[in-house]
């Protein structure tokens, strides 16, 4: 590619990571526009992702660089969150991310995936939740994660494991929450704390603090509860289950 004639396509690519889309609207703020992209498909210097969306030639384009797209050309509050958040960031071994993996990605109610992303076949799996899980600054507990060329906005491992917890028991189990839980050893106290101060669902903090206490983790002690809405009755996982009284929930009987 530096043997590009034109000097425009090389000022192009030195601002196109390797491996991310590039939508129409960022390529035309760098004065490259629609009838260019043509010309750049003929000379197969460029291919179609979807429509107004774009890969280098020859790149191996995944779903992170799809949501790098959306993030920083886009400006989209869309974040890889959950359980797919913790496995890239070593917190979910056992799970598997290859294909048929599905990828859980967390935005605003009001904000819809592009079609070309909905469309694109990325090897994976896409779930798209919308949520307004966190109240007031819902921007708290994400974090950037290096994909290559480029990075990517996550949530980080606490966030990450709340948002597991929303999705329990419809799209997550318990099970699997529980084992995830166990291996959250080093959770940062103080951003637990924000979070839960901020997080909107009841269930989703009750349950984390049953987790939380029966893997007896060390930053569980660093928490000030006071100061966390758990909401008044009860809540049930599912019927026949084991109650907490301590939280006022229902969950599944301890295999342990």
């Keep these: ?5 034109s000097s425009k396509i090389n000022q192009l690519l030195k601002k196109w990571p390797t491996g991310a889309v590039a939508v129409l609207s ?10 260019l992209i043509h010309e750049y498909e003929k000379t197969s210097w460029v291919r179609r992702v979807g429509r107004s969306a774009y890969a280098r030639a020859g790149d191996k384009v995944e779903w992170p660089g799809g949501l790098y797209a959306l993030q920083e050309q886009l ?4 974040h890889a969150g959950g359980k797919t958040a913790l496995s890239i960031q070593g917190y979910a071994h056992y799970v598997p991310m290859g294909q048929g993996t599905t990828v859980v990605l967390f935005g605003p109610p009001n904000v819809k995936l592009p079609l ?5 076949r990325w090897g994976v799996k896409i779930r798209y939740a919308t949520t307004n899980l966190f109240v007031s600054k819902g921007d708290h507990g994400l974090t950037q994660k290096e994909m290559g060329f480029y990075s990517v906005t996550v949530s980080t491992p606490e966030r990450a494991m709340l948002e597991v917890l ?4 419809k799209r997550e189990s318990y099970e699997e929450a529980t084992l ?19 997080c909107a669902s009841v269930k989703v903090k009750r349950l ?9 983790h060390a930053w569980v002690n660093k928490l000030d509860l006071s100061h966390v809405e758990f909401g ?3 809540r049930m996982l599912l019927k026949g289950g084991r109650f907490d009284s301590k939280y006022s929930i229902t969950v599944p009987e301890s295999r342990t």
């Design 1 to 5: 590619m530096t043997s590009a004639p």
């Design 26 to 35: 960022w390529l035309e703020q760098q004065g490259v526009y629609q009838q």
């Design 75 to 78: 400006g989209l509050p869309i």
């Design 116 to 120: 070309w992303f909905k469309q694109y």
């Design 166 to 169: 929303y999705e329990v028991p």
């Design 180 to 198: 995830l839980m166990e291996g959250l050893t080093t959770l940062r106290p103080r951003l637990v704390q924000t979070l839960l101060e901020h």
């Design 208 to 216: 984390f603090m049953v987790l939380a206490e029966r893997c007896k």
């Design 232 to 234: 008044k009755g009860k």
